[in-house]
């Protein structure tokens, strides 16, 4: 059986379940379950590598000894464990180092449930899990690939989706920015994981020995709030063979500003923040006051341009919306990016690219830090040909990515890429709209335009339908006598 139709018998056997309320419940229970399971034969794995190795489980909270066995607890026994004495054990955990494994753990569960109400059909979804062994490199390649698959499919849960950046956009960010090995490397909003994981598979290739692989482990950092995406990514990174993960379950922007200070700071950051969101009150305030807003998106860019080191790179997806913005906070925020920073590239993605869960259209601005904007290269990357849009089934494609890899390190004006003198943004009131001048006028409306053009269309339609009403029963009128 392959992994993806075990994992949707998994599926089917949890919607018989009445306990589980949807796609996001389905996806939460799953995971931590296979997060201990992964966990555990993680453990199988060192128990051989290391004569000490100790657990920080208790013995019987370990997967081996209530899970493992298939004929082992069931029903209203095994429920039982699982509210009663597995969650508020593996939530209690008591860890003296922030990244151990008792601290993983713990983080992990601290804000997960157990949704599930019939013992029966728990010990069912369990002994499926188990056929999935993670010390085999066959399993684990397979599985692999299934779950970057089923991250993708959380577009499709709801709210879900704002966790997943297709994998195309983290690669090419990522391939861009080119990580180097003892870079400390933060994504601070970093959901799933996937830049993270992007960076790790290209610093893999770099390193030769066990030495820097262990450093390799050491460099890659994640901050992430909500706890569904934190577990994923926890997972996500155990798979990429980080065995224990620096993501904080926290909101990198609860902290003010002012406590950081140069140890906190990163050599690069790869991040897709939260947009179209608000920020609870009060966060605003850890932010120097001409910076102050509830905007998420603006909130995570003055947050990164703190946390680069000097000559630190950064690679950061925002919508269409962060760079028209021309007055207040949004000006102030694209101003000090530009005088102390270098604004090198924006490339200017399509609508839909984050479809189904959202179609606006965003862009990727690289920067590096400490000496001003002179110029900024824009790259509009365009549909693939006899394409007119992406969807689930069409997504975005790394392949996409190749012409502006190859104009990347030699950079020519052609009718995708264009450039534009700092000084002329800054005449803009730093507005960073620019339209690809190859293009015609008419297929580049800005949208207060294209707000203008739907709202005339939609009236001259009810005009129209007006019209043909009138007619209509002017005609009826005329029948009935």
């Not at 684990?140 to 959380?154: A, G, M, Q, V």
């Not at 063979?241 to 922007?253: A, G």
């Not at 902290?255 to 920020?279: A, C, H, M, S």
């Amino acid at each position: 059986m392959s992994i993806t139709t075990l994992i949707k018998n998994v599926q089917d056997i949890m919607r018989q379940d009445t306990g589980v309320d949807g796609d996001a419940q389905r996806i939460a229970q799953l995971v931590w379950m296979i997060f201990l399971k992964i966990f555990d034969d993680k453990e199988e794995e060192l128990e051989v590598m290391e004569d000490d190795y100790q657990s920080p489980i208790p013995e019987n909270l370990r997967w081996r000894n209530w899970a493992a066995d298939d004929e082992g607890m069931t029903g209203d026994k095994l429920l039982h464990f699982i509210n009663d004495e597995l969650f508020p054990g593996l939530k209690e955990l008591e860890a003296t180092d922030f990244y151990s494994r008792a601290n993983m753990v713990q983080a992990v569960f601290a804000d997960n449930f157990n949704y599930m109400k019939s013992g029966t059909l728990i010990r069912q979804v369990i002994n499926k899990i188990n056929e999935i062994d993670f010390n085999s490199s066959e399993d684990r390649h397979l599985f692999n690939d299934f779950y970057e698959s089923f991250l993708k499919d959380l577009q499709s849960a709801g709210n879900s989706g704002e966790y997943y950046t297709p994998r195309a956009v983290t690669q090419f960010a990522v391939d861009m920015i080119d990580p180097q090995l003892g870079e400390e490397i933060l994504d601070p909003a970093c959901g799933t994981g996937g830049f993270l994981t992007s960076a790790i598979e290209r610093l893999r290739k770099q390193a030769t020995s066990v030495e820097e692989n262990q450093e390799l482990q050491e460099k890659i950092l994640g901050v992430e709030k909500k706890p569904l995406p934190h577990t994923l990514a926890m997972t996500n990174l155990i798979l990429h063979r980080i065995e224990i993960p620096r993501i904080r379950h926290d909101n990198s922007l609860a902290q003010p500003l002012r406590n950081y200070t140069n140890k906190d700071r990163v050599d690069v950051i790869v991040t897709n923040p939260p947009f179209g969101g608000t920020e609870e009150d009060g966060i605003e305030t850890n932010f120097p006051s001409g910076f102050q807003t509830k905007e998420t998106a603006d909130l995570f860019m003055v947050l990164i341009m703190e946390l680069l080191k000097n000559n630190g790179r950064g690679a950061i997806v925002l919508p269409d919306g962060f760079l028209f913005g021309d007055e207040g906070i949004k000006a102030r925020i694209k101003e000090k990016l530009l005088n102390e920073f270098n604004l090198h590239t924006i490339v200017r993605l399509p609508h839909n690219v984050f479809s189904p869960y959202t179609g606006i259209r965003t862009n990727i601005l690289f920067f590096q830090k400490g000496q001003p904007t002179e110029e900024i290269w824009y790259y509009e990357h365009p549909y693939p040909e006899g394409q007119k849009s992406y969807s689930k089934t069409k997504p975005i494609r790394i392949e996409e990515f190749e012409p502006e890899k190859a104009w990347w390190h030699n950079r020519e004006e052609n009718r995708y890429a264009w450039k534009v003198s700092a000084e002329e943004i800054k005449k803009r009131n730093y507005n960073l709209d620019i339209k690809n001048p190859y293009v015609a006028e008419e297929d580049q409306l800005d949208p207060e335009e294209a707000l203008k053009q739907y709202e005339e269309a939609a009236a001259n339609a009810e005009q129209t339908k007006k019209k043909l009403a009138d007619e209509l029963s002017a005609i009826l009128n005329e029948v009935s006598e």
